[in-house]
């Protein structure tokens, strides 16, 4: 076998690496390198960086103290040649290579990148597929062929039967595949929540975190309180904790918001998942386990399945199978600029400032938290997908295009027209009130329906679905809002869009709202 190098990207750093399995530890150089490029095509989470060049470090020195030949890129190495490309193109110079052995990276833009390397060096170049993924990006497009609309619960079905996940023989676990319904408590006065996994930065990650100071300083979020997992071992140190602390109440707060509480029941492992510190079969098999064991009630267990094995699968194949185009969609021609506030949390709307000042210092928000709130204001304001995809692919530690484009232009902001989401994700404030205590600290009344003091959620909510009747009075999944907007008085339809209208000049002008 003629010598190979083998690129690993930040999110691939898995032993199991289908680009790493057949490598010849005497023969094979192994190159990492943090270079500028990757780290400011957008211009990431301080957090982001700091963690991803970290992890990449310690996986490093994992891959040599196994024997490996590594060869790693740091940022600030005087000669970093400041692309992927270019330090491919400088290893296989240097190391007699005759081949290079590449995994499916997570990321169109590289995908088109690696495609074009075998012509420009003249060697070999083999991309494998990504089998830490449980459903492979062909069977998705087979599974979709043909069908108007891909629905989420229908692939995770699918996927349940293939994998046979919390299934006994050929029925779902408990009868049911699906206990959402169960799913939708806010958080209970007296319950504890526990504290979250937290880890004190050693040596390298302690020079990372200076070199992003210094590097990054204008990138957006702040690096106090580093705490993330950057080796394999501490990461599976926070699926166990999650495990065995939090996953019985997963399901019944899954949908919960608490104002200074940011992590709550979720695992927080997605940013280990998504780099490779994490495995999904391993995830959902000791998941499964609890269930089986009775650590873990079915309700949590399967809502907490359907997220790994159904929506993180198949957000990826929507994204393969969609991109280029999809990236273009904007089906509710959504035109605004991104408020200048999702930069400064500057704002007297209290659930977007707890949102938006918890991504700041974490790099983290949960689910709900990223869709009914921070979604849910972009969608009524209809604010650019551009925009809109930029800011979640920066601002989030788990965030790569596969993963938060399907969320951003589907999930939220229905900009690809309802491929992803049966209906636009559109509440008011009562919404956001009964999952929260946010509306309980803020400025803003979120009773009251018009006026000044009115919570803007209110009136934008029936703004958005006025200004966008065309294209959504048809669908069968709001018919309920569209009979109550058709029957509303002139009057407060005429309140509604003079409320909206003063709203979006304040936004507009970049003014305090
Ligand atoms: P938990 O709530 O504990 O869920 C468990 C796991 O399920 C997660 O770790 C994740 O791997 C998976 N998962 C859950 N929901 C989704 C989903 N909708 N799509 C894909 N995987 C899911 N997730 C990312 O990993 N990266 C992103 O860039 C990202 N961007 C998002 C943008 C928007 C607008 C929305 C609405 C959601 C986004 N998500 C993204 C999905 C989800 O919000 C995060 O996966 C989750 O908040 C991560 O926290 P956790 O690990 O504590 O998740
Ligand atoms: C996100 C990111 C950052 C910040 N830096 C690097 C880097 O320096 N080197 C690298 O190999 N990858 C980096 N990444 C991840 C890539 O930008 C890209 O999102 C994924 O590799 C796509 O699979
Ligand atoms: Fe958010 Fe409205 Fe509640 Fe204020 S009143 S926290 S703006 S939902």
């Given at each position: 076998m003629a010598n190979t190098l083998r690129l690993i990207l930040a999110d691939q750093l898995s032993m199991s690496l289908a680009s790493l399995q057949d490598c010849d530890k005497n023969n094979d150089l192994i190159l990492l390198a943090e270079v500028k490029a990757e780290a400011n095509y957008v211009k990431h989470h301080k957090k982001k960086i700091a963690f991803l060049f970290s992890a990449m470090r310690h996986f490093a020195e994992a891959l040599t103290n196994s024997?490996?030949?590594?060869?790693?890129?740091?940022?600030?190495?005087?000669?970093?040649?400041?692309?992927?490309?270019?330090?491919?193109?400088?290893?296989?110079?240097n190391a007699n290579i005759e081949q290079i052995a590449l995994t499916f990276p997570g990321e169109y833009r590289v995908l088109e990148d690696f495609k074009s390397w075998q012509q420009k060096l003249d060697i070999p170049v083999t991309i494998m597929d990504d089998d830490r993924f449980l459903s492979h990006?062909?069977?998705?497009?087979?599974?979709?062929?043909?069908?108007?609309?891909?629905?989420?619960?229908?692939?995770?079905?699918?996927?349940?039967?293939?994998?046979?996940?919390?299934?006994?023989?050929?029925?779902?676990?408990?009868g049911k595949w699906n206990y959402d319904s169960a799913n939708r408590n806010a958080m209970d006065k007296d319950v504890e929540i526990p504290t979250h996994t937290q880890f004190k930065p050693d040596q390298i990650t302690e020079d990372v975190l200076q070199l992003v100071e210094t590097e990054f300083a204008d990138h957006?979020?702040?690096?106090?309180?580093?705490?993330?997992?950057?080796?394999?071992?501490?990461?599976?140190?926070?699926?166990?904790?999650?495990?065995?602390?939090?996953?019985?109440n997963f399901g019944q707060y899954q949908d919960a918001m608490v104002q200074g509480k940011p992590w709550l029941f979720h695992s927080h492992i997605s940013f280990y998942l998504n780099c490779g510190l994490l495995l999904p079969r391993e995830v959902i098999e000791l998941a499964e386990?609890?269930?089986?064991?009775?650590?873990?009630?079915?309700?949590?267990?399967?809502?907490?399945?359907?997220?790994?094995?159904?929506?993180?699968?198949?957000?990826?194949?929507?994204?393969w199978l969609k991109m280029p185009d999809y990236k273009k969609q904007n089906a509710l021609h959504a035109q605004r600029t991104l408020p200048e506030f999702f930069w400064s949390a500057e704002t007297d709307m209290n659930c977007l400032q707890q949102c938006i000042s918890e991504t700041r210092d974490n790099a983290y928000a949960h689910h709900i938290q990223r869709l009914m709130i921070l979604g849910n204001f972009l969608l009524l304001s209809g604010v650019h997908p551009d925009d809109v995809n930029e800011w979640y692919l920066i601002v989030y530690a788990d965030a790569y295009e596969w993963v938060e484009m399907p969320n951003v232009s589907g999930m939220i902001l229905y900009a690809d027209g309802g491929l992803l989401a049966s209906k636009p994700y559109a509440a008011s404030g009562s919404y956001i009130n009964k999952m929260s205590n946010y509306?309980?600290?803020?400025?803003?009344?979120?009773?009251?329906?018009?006026?000044?003091?009115?919570?803007?959620?209110?009136?934008?909510?029936w703004d958005f679905l006025d200004r966008n009747r065309e294209k959504l009075a048809t669908n069968p999944r709001l018919g309920m809002p569209f009979a109550t907007l058709n029957k509303m008085k002139d009057d407060k339809l005429r309140h509604i869009r003079q409320d909206s209208e003063i709203f979006f000049k304040a936004l507009d002008n970049n003014e305090r709202v």
């Open positions: 024997g490996y030949q590594v060869r790693y890129i740091k940022y600030d190495d005087p000669d970093n040649q400041g692309c992927l490309f270019k330090e491919v193109a400088r290893a296989t110079q990006i062909d069977d998705f497009a087979k599974w979709a062929k043909d069908k108007k609309q891909l629905r989420m619960e229908f692939f995770y079905r699918q996927m349940r039967q293939t994998t046979m996940t919390l299934m006994e023989a050929d029925q779902p676990s408990g957006f979020g702040n690096l106090q309180n580093f705490h993330f997992a950057t080796t394999r071992k501490q990461a599976l140190g926070v699926l166990q904790d999650f495990v065995t602390e939090r996953l019985v386990n609890a269930y089986h064991n009775g650590d873990a009630p079915l309700n949590s267990v399967e809502g907490f399945i359907r997220q790994v094995l159904g929506w993180r699968e198949y957000v990826r194949g929507i994204y509306c309980q600290h803020c400025h803003y009344n979120v009773k009251q329906k018009n006026g000044p003091q009115a919570c803007p959620f209110n009136y934008l909510y």
